[in-house]
């Protein structure tokens, strides 16, 4: 038992050591920017330069005969010299490009070539030959070390037989590898975490958990540790009828209160950053890092804090607000991809219609322990994903997850759009929300509570409306731009949707249709265009389109609307904020994730 204590000790202590080297390394990649790592902080990334006619029209044929399965040629100038790049079945073959011949760089024009390459202050200070370097792992052959004499002390690596910059290095580099090294414990810098030390840090590991039990199973046995499962109460009141519940200590009052059926809104499924689970509590209640940024420093005073921050071991007495939302029973009438990774869901309500504002949500209560199976009429490009996780099948604890109504309120159904959330590297199951509605068969039910949110028309202002979207954000947009457009008096609408290609632009066709018929401006947006030249909208990030319209205009004539991914609407706000705009002007619904 001395011995065994003494052994799991002294492993604690080497295991806290490398635990002391990855928090040291970690924080580094934390507070370091990621761009100064890789060394090429003075790179300037030269774009190949077409030959012209007269070069082109030198080149031969010929000049590859003896090669084997070729498959491309490229063309390209190199500092004003003709350059031909021959990809064949063993490789890659360069030519010069005036007789055919094989390329050749020389010490002078690798100096050329680095320095073509190289946009920092420093001057060239000399040129090493190498055929190796440490500092280049998949590199071996002929080339050429360039070093400047700058403060970042800069290396360029020129390929002798392509006549290409491998890479830069300097420094800065330096450091970012060897804190990789300590923390994958990879010390020989080949980016090989399965090497002699990392196992046996592992089998150390092991052993520390191993004997931790092995004390842990004695100690239980000698009598001398016990422990219980804390559990705690809470009361609460809403509109004056009051409540007591008694659940696990460690659970935070927004999941009591749910759990026993007690309506609190939540946009953000408990993560803090939504602000609508407000409660009342005593004004001594420590305030949380959440609780200052969402709520103001009179309702702080005055006692009220995030439900979903807060345990019920130290929340103990709460007053909740009342709510007009309810539970209603849903049942799918339709479901269909309108992108390849985006489905439309139309649902009708089994018992009175859903009173609700555009712009509002619901939230849908996965039941505990649902699976998945492959649902109907999936596109021929996405049946791989569905088969993946039909073989998962995983079970999960009951869940809410939140949706905005995709259309304005006074019809028959309620229409919403759910982004399916493909299982991740590491993680043990796709989205549980996503993947259990998306498998939802017509003529199926689900419970959802609500409306929630207060992302809502400006009632009552005059000015015209500029709509900022991106991603999901369309379905409460397109709400409330429909809402809008069956107004009496509808104002003018400029409406700025972002995508990363085409095929996920949501309801294009609808609203071209309204641009067409002059009933608002529809500009979309695409960062990430399959095919540029089939594109001839804006292009890049639709904040920075809406920016750019914006500045020649008067601002002080819109009302803002904003629904987006979490760094879409970070930055959108950042801009406005920046032009300058009334934040009284600016509504925004949070996805909070």
Known sequence: MKFLQWLHRWTGLILLIQLMLWTVSGLYFALVDHHGMGGQQYFSQEQPEPLSRAQLAKLSSDWWDDLNGVTQVLTYRALGLPRVEVHHQDGIRYLDGRDGSRWQTNEDFAQQIAQASYSGPGSLARVTPIERTRELRDWRGQGFRIDFDDDLNTRVYVDRTSGTVIDHRNTPWVVADWMFRLHFIDYTGGRNFNNLVAIVVAVMTLWFALSGFILLVKLLNSGEMRFTLRKASLSASVGGQAFKFTDKAHKTVLQVLQHNDITVESGCGGGGTCGFCVVKASPDTPITVSDRSQLSQTQLNEGYRLSCQHSIETLHQVEVPETDARKYSLRLKESRFITPMLRELRFEVDEEQVEYAAGQYMQFLIPAGAGQSRPVDIPEDFVSEWHAIAATNFRHDAVRRSYSMATAAGGTELVFTVRYQPQSSGAPAPGVGSSYLCNLKPGETIVAEGPYGDFQRLEGAERKLCFIGGGAGMAPLRALIQEELESHSPRPIQFFYGARNRGELLYMDEFVELDNANKLRFIPVLSSPREA????????????????????????????????????????????????????????????N
């Open 533 to 592: 030249c089939k594109w001839s909208h804006a292009q890049g990030f639709v904040h920075e389109t809406a920016k750019a319209w914006l500045e020649q205009r008067d601002i002080s004539e819109y009302d803002f609307y904003i629904c987006g991914p979490p760094r879409m609407l970070a930055a959108t706000l950042t801009m406005l904020n920046e032009l300058g705009v009334d934040s009284s002007r600016v509504r925004y619904d949070d996805f909070g």
